[in-house]
């Protein structure tokens, strides 16, 4: 079974502080995707990544980076965490010529 | 903008009950059309995806119905349980490699005993 994993289930961290937030997949997937859900806005991408070191820009990237150093992890960056980037945070990754896309169990963001 | 647009945001059926969530999307590049599952504490999860040239695909009591010209797609849960009781989500990508998927707002799914 594809296993996304996420560094935490829950996070609370302070204005102005710098966020690093992992995912990590073990089905040697090329594609690998950072979204943000909140209610009624459903699933947005923020940034996504189709191997290691490239990415693009999803719908939302204003606040946010990204790095992709090794094929497996993908981490999204908070430069400087504002009130308005607390949400519920969910990585997901794709295998290249296929569809479904498999998600972690997501990292619930506080900023304070 | 939002390219896909999903309703009712909430519903509740009792059980037995057939709960239809509705998606209508704008770009006629799309060409995959898949509904994500979730359940509270986990990740979305692939429930069941149709392709333009069907109308209609069943897997169990899950069927999507899809209506082309009129850019619309539903999905039906038949006999719905209690443990379907969900957040339900609609997306839409383009090309074969599926690309990047674009997703409706979701529906929150309640079915009572």
């Known amino acids: 079974d594809v296993k996304v994993t996420q560094s935490s289930r829950y996070l609370v961290k302070r204005t102005g502080e710098k966020v690093f937030l992992e995912c990590v997949q073990d089905?040697?997937?090329?594609?690998m995707f950072w979204y943000r859900q909140d209610p009624g806005l459903g699933l947005r991408l923020i940034y996504f990544?189709?191997?290691?070191?490239?990415?693009e820009k999803g719908d939302i990237p204003e606040g946010y980076s990204v790095s992709r150093e090794k094929k497996e992890r993908f981490s999204l960056i908070l430069e400087s965490a504002s009130t308005n980037q607390t949400s519920m945070y969910l990585c997901?990754?794709?295998?290249?010529?296929?569809?479904?896309?498999?998600f972690g169990p997501g990292t619930r963001l506080t900023v304070l | 903008q939002q390219q896909v647009k999903q309703s009712p945001q909430s519903l509740i059926v009792q059980k037995g009950g057939i709960p239809i969530i509705n998606c209508a999307y704008e770009?006629?590049?799309?060409?995959?059309f898949p509904w994500y599952q979730q359940f509270p504490g986990k990740g979305p999860a692939l429930l069941i995806a149709?392709?333009?040239?069907?109308s209609e695909k069943k897997e169990g009591r899950f069927t999507i119905s899809f209506n082309k010209s009129a850019k619309q797609f539903s999905l039906h849960i038949m006999d719905s349980q209690p443990g379907d009781s969900a957040t339900y989500f609609c997306?839409?990508?383009?090309?074969?490699?599926?690309?990047?998927?674009?997703f409706g707002e979701g529906t929150q799914l309640t079915v009572n005993p």
């Open positions: 990544s189709y191997d290691v070191k490239m990415k």
């Open positions: 997306a839409a990508s383009r090309g074969s490699s599926g690309s990047r998927l674009t």
């Open positions: 089905m040697d997937h090329e594609n």
């Open positions: 997901a990754s794709r295998g290249t010529g296929l569809n479904e896309q498999f």
């Open positions: 770009n006629t590049a799309f060409d995959y």
């Open positions: 149709i392709r333009p040239d069907v």
